[in-house]
């Protein structure tokens, strides 16, 4: 079974490029989240502990965001959640979550943004028939 979450936060750092061995483009960033929680007793709002999470971001999504995003931008980022064991450079064994985004946004609610949508080719537009070219009814053609 697979779990996809939706995250909502600031970016920590610029996105960072990568080439896989077997020659597939990744990007990856690091997503800021915390809660804000009001305080009855003081009268205001506070931050939460923050979430740190690591994000990768395959093919065509990686370069949008690669030339779309950069640090301390907020973003709504969406993807299949998965768990990561590792041996570091040191040999230490490490465990951490990460996202395998599916889509990545800036967060509208915090800032505007500019589509550019990719050029698509020209579709020639289909002639329309007319009276006289059109087929008959099937009752016309019977009778």
């Known amino acids: 079974m697979e779990t996809y979450v939706t995250v909502q936060g600031n970016l920590t750092g610029d996105p960072v490029a990568h080439t896989t061995a077997a020659g597939a483009s990744l990007v990856r960033i690091r997503v800021a989240s915390n809660a804000r929680r009001f305080d009855k007793n003081a009268g205001e709002f506070r931050d939460a502990d923050p979430m ?31 768990y990561r064991e590792f041996d570091d450079a040191q040999g230490n064994h490490q465990t951490r979550h990460e996202i395998e985004a599916t889509a990545v946004g800036p967060d509208l609610n915090r800032c505007a943004a500019d589509l550019r949508r990719p050029s698509r080719p020209a579709v020639e537009p289909v002639p329309e028939t007319s009276a006289e070219t059109a087929a008959p009814a099937p009752a016309e053609a019977a009778a």
């Open 52 to 82: 740190f999470i690591s994000v990768a971001c395959w093919r065509t999504l990686g370069s949008h965001v690669l030339a779309t995003l950069r640090k301390g931008d907020s973003v709504v980022v969406f993807g299949k959640l998965l």
